[in-house]
């Protein structure tokens, strides 16, 4: 545990200065939307460190870092390509009016700091699995862990990829997107990449003491689904379309339902 608790004070201050950076870019360009691309980035590379860093199973690390990795990967892709050339997100736009001269500083601290600090503690379960050197050969809580997580991986990527192509369609301008994946849940990519998590807890469960690192999970799940996901997205849609009203009494929020069943109940 020693080696573990050196890589977890020296991660958070390597995701504390990556944030620490990529403010003062956003002070230079005057749009702090780029802490949504840093995001996944940021996981990527705080499993990699670990992987470097420490002597833990080989196989059981490769593994964390490689889904760790497309999915993190995929969300910095997606984002910065929805996000380029863009206005700052309406969301930070509106603070930023709100606090005026002072935002400079309170970016710092309410947008990449508290960033930085909730990215280190969801990927406590990634660095203390990696970190763990028992047992040395993948078990069947790796198998359905990595399955879950894959799952979750595509979950994300093709709600992700549906919405991008409603949105490029003109006639769906004002529209309410409730195709696809998004008529069996009206955020189905928040409900994939908590399944990313939690199929990765179910990977570091298969090393000794590792039930605390749920933790990860949950706080990532609380925050999809009570403060800065669908809480927070959906207060904001509201306020622009009353139909949006009729589809949150159709479709449910983050679990999915199956349409037909749900027309039947």
Not at 193 to 199: A, K
Not at 229 to 234: D, I, S
Request: net charge positive.
């Amino acid at each position: 545990m020693e080696i573990g608790i050196s890589i977890f004070f020296w991660n958070l201050v390597l995701i504390w200065t990556v944030m620490t950076v990529a403010w003062g870019i956003s002070l230079a360009i005057r749009n702090v939307t780029i802490v949504d691309s840093i995001w996944g980035l940021g996981f990527v590379l705080l499993a990699w460190t670990t992987y470097a860093a420490t002597d833990g199973a080989a196989a059981r690390g490769l593994l964390i870092c490689g889904l760790v990795t497309v999915w993190g990967g995929r969300l910095a892709g997606y984002l910065t390509w929805r996000n380029w050339k863009k206005p700052e997100d309406p969301r930070y736009g509106r603070w930023r009016k709100k606090v005026g001269e002072r935002f400079w500083i309170v970016s710092l601290v309410k947008v990449f700091w508290i960033q930085a600090l909730f990215l280190w503690v969801i990927a406590l379960g990634v660095q203390y699995g990696i970190a763990q050197p028992s047992p040395a050969r993948l078990t069947w809580l790796d198998v359905v862990g990595a399955l879950i997580a894959a799952a979750g991986i595509g979950i994300e990527a093709v709600a992700d990829a549906q919405l991008a192509r409603f949105k490029k369609d003109p006639e769906n301008r004002g529209r309410v997107m409730d195709r696809g994946l998004w008529g069996w849940s009206r955020h189905p990519n928040y409900f994939g990449e908590s399944l990313v998590w939690w199929g990765i807890f179910f990977i570091v469960l298969s090393t000794p003491v590792s039930f605390w690192t749920v933790v990860s999970p949950l706080v990532i799940t609380l925050v999809l689904t009570k403060m800065t996901g669908v809480a927070l997205t959906e207060k904001t849609i509201k306020e622009k379309r009353p139909e949006y009203r009729r589809y949150i009494e159709r479709v449910p929020a983050f679990f999915p339902k199956n349409p037909s069943k749900r027309s039947l109940s």
